[in-house]
């Protein structure tokens, strides 16, 4: 039984960090793209930050240049460093994996977390 669990969600205020971390099981992070995404009530899904198995990262325009996707293969552990944080990135956050090596977006993801919040005061 595959399992993403995200924890590290908080409030915070605006210009502040958090890291979210995604614990994987069930599967190896290391043949699978991992990815971040966010949602909020009645919005659309975002996009926010991917992973392949080799390394290569991509991110969404509202977040280059703030958010950092890394992982931990030895500990089957996607991770989203928050820098600069803004009133608008306040969302529920889903961790989410695919069953291929390079990200193929136009194919949905295939397991997903059951999301962690974070809210940003300003």
């Known amino acids: 039984q595959v399992q993403l669990v995200e924890s590290g969600g908080g409030s915070v205020q605006a210009g502040e960090s958090l890291t979210l971390s995604c614990a994987a099981s069930g599967i190896t992070i290391s043949t699978h793209c991992m990815g971040w995404f966010r949602q909020a009530p009645g919005k659309e899904r975002e996009r926010i930050a991917s992973?392949?198995?080799?390394?290569?990262?991509a991110y969404g325009d509202a977040v280059k240049g703030r958010f950092t996707i890394s992982k931990d293969n030895a500990k089957n552990t996607v991770y989203l460093q928050m820098n600069s944080l803004k009133r608008e990135d306040t969302d529920m956050y889903y961790c989410a994996a695919q069953r291929r090596e390079y990200c193929e977006f136009r194919y949905d993801m295939d397991y997903w977390g059951k999301g962690t919040l974070v809210t940003i005061s300003s």
């Open positions: 992973i392949t198995s080799h390394g290569y990262t």
